[in-house]
């Protein structure tokens, strides 16, 4: 892994530290197929093929509070969900303070719209494209699965994605999010409306939403658990099908460590539920985003 190539980040708590000290060590050693998407190191995405390939393709955003962390971070995901079929593709984005929503949101996008056209190429079928993150990366993964607009902006279909898989994802900002600051990847206190934009609970279009898998730990930030749920009422309320996971025991950095356990708690159920979400769209190998 050669981090060295990007921009300074912001640092890191203790926890977070040891966290990404972790992730990088379960990693090393992994390499997949390098796509550069153009313009800045962040916009890069890795791509890990199964050997033996379901059709399943998750596209997976790392957290960080949307200021630090790199794709790199997930790439200890990949064996376990190779060795189950699935295509893992690990995807960065730009980071905040130098770069605020929704720059970063837009890189995920565009990830999102590569690896729909490309899925083909790597075992995967176009219309079993799966979104997923940890922690930041679930805000954006939710906000991509709620919401339309970025779809018809890159000439895709109004539900492309067969479903979506936050890990410990914040949902709502603003006033009664349970955040002890407002977080700087928003911008300026002045635009208030970067809160509500940036809100998946307050962008949810269930029309366009595929069904959810709504991870967090049993030990998780409090107000990440309270908004978990409150997202899954909300998709339940609006008719999208929507199961919840709670990993027993499991801290928020521990629920992030627990997706490349291929025995573990999150692996098996996610691959299951990813294929029978994927089984109940038409199949095509084609490559044609729908």
Do not use: I
Not at 24 to 30: P, S, V
Not at 54 to 70: C, P, R
């Amino acid at each position: 892994m050669n981090l060295q190539r990007y921009p300074a980040q912001e640092p890191l708590s203790p926890l977070g530290a040891a966290y990404a000290e972790q992730v990088l060590a379960r990693g090393a050693g992994l390499a997949g197929v390098e796509v550069e998407l153009g313009g800045d190191p962040y916009r890069t995405l890795t791509v890990f093929p199964s050997a033996q390939p379901s059709g399943d393709v998750l596209v997976f955003f790392h957290g960080g509070g949307w200021t630090s962390g790199y794709k790199e971070w997930m790439f200890f995901m990949a064996p376990a969900l190779n060795a189950r079929g699935v295509t893992l593709v690990c995807a960065g984005y730009r980071l905040a303070p130098q770069h605020v929503f929704p720059t970063g949101f837009e890189d995920c996008a565009d990830a999102v719209a590569w690896v729909l056209h490309h899925a083909a190429e790597h075992g995967g079928d176009p219309r079993r494209v799966f979104v997923g993150g940890h922690s930041s990366g679930a805000h954006l993964a939710a906000l991509l699965a709620v919401g339309a607009g970025w779809r018809h902006a890159r000439g895709l279909g109004a539900r492309p994605l067969a479903g979506w898989l936050p890990v410990s994802g914040t949902y709502r900002f603003g006033e009664g999010s349970g955040l002890s600051m407002r977080p700087r990847f928003l911008g300026p206190v002045a635009n208030g409306r970067a809160e509500v934009a940036a809100s998946p609970l307050a962008q949810l279009d269930a029309a366009a939403c595929p069904p959810a898998l709504l991870t967090w730990g049993g030990r998780d930030f409090p107000h990440l658990a309270r908004q978990s749920e409150e997202m899954a009422a909300a998709l339940q309320a609006a008719g999208v099908p929507v199961q919840r996971l709670v990993l027993d025991g499991c801290d928020h950095f521990q629920a992030s460590l627990a997706c490349g356990d291929a025995d573990g708690s999150w692996v098996g159920p996610a691959v299951d539920w990813m294929r029978q979400q994927g089984a109940a769209r038409p199949s095509t190998s084609t490559g044609e985003v729908q």
